[in-house]
């Protein structure tokens, strides 16, 4: 059973657009929601996360946005630039209920001048 | 800080044959998790453990797969037989907490 759901499967933007992933959860005890981004040949690398008590966080240029009563949090990625072309996953976890970190099956994203 | 270390990088076996792969977390971080990372795929979660202890296992085969963690530090999984749909990327990390969880590069199996 897939916990963590992720769309789309590919992603093509034009540099300086703006890259955007949705991913959706059912299971209530996850409460930490990182996003991480995987090179080719590289272990994935944590670039931001959130929590559900807040409905956005922002750092640079990436935005993970959050809703709760719909289960659903996304990734904006502004100003996409072509060194931002990698694969990402969501991933969701939870302390209570011994709830490890899962992952979406994440999306590949091509970033063209 | 070192990263998460992992070796080898790559392996290459026969099907049937068995296999081990080693993994050194970051120093402190009592979180160890194995993942199996099909080509195209997300990672999929085979064991973690607290310390030396397991937490989960669930979606560890473990007809053919084991694990264990020595003295709560480095940790080897194991695959012995193994089959042609076990050729992924095998990827370790760790985390202080449930949370931050730091990837090594992993080890790329291919069972032929």
């Known amino acids: 059973q897939q916990q963590v759901k992720q769309s789309p499967q590919s992603l093509i933007v034009q540099k300086g657009g703006i890259s955007i992933i949705n991913c959706a959860y059912e299971?209530?005890?996850?409460?930490?929601f990182p996003w991480y981004q995987q090179f080719p040949g590289k272990g994935p690398a944590l670039l931001i996360a959130?929590?559900?008590?807040?409905s956005e966080k922002k750092e640079g240029r990436f935005t993970i946005s959050f809703n709760k009563s719909a289960k659903q949090f996304s990734l904006h990625i502004m100003d996409s630039q072509p060194g931002d072309s990698a694969t990402y996953f969501c991933?969701?976890?939870?302390?209570?209920?011994?709830?490890?970190?899962?992952f979406g099956k994440g999306t590949r994203l091509s970033v063209i001048a | 800080e070192a990263g998460v270390a992992q070796s080898p990088r790559y392996k290459i076996i026969e099907k049937r044959q068995s296999v081990a792969f080693w993994c050194n977390p970051i120093?402190?971080?009592?979180?160890l998790y194995w993942y199996q990372q099909i080509l195209g795929q997300g990672p999929k979660l085979l064991i973690q453990?607290?310390?030396?202890?397991?937490?989960?296992d669930s979606q560890l085969p473990k007809d053919r797969f084991s694990a264990e963690r020595l003295k709560g530090v480095d940790s080897t999984l194991k695959i012995q037989p193994a089959k042609l749909e076990d050729s992924a990327v095998y990827l370790c990390?760790?985390?202080?907490?449930?949370?931050?969880?730091?990837f090594g590069q992993g080890t790329r199996l291919t069972v032929v």
């Open positions: 453990f607290q310390n030396n202890g397991v937490v989960d």
């Open positions: 959130i929590r559900p008590d807040v």
């Open positions: 990390a760790s985390s202080i907490d449930r949370d931050q969880a730091f």
């Open positions: 991933a969701a976890s939870g302390n209570s209920g011994n709830t490890p970190l899962v």
């Open positions: 120093s402190g971080h009592a979180t």
């Open positions: 299971n209530t005890a996850f409460d930490y």
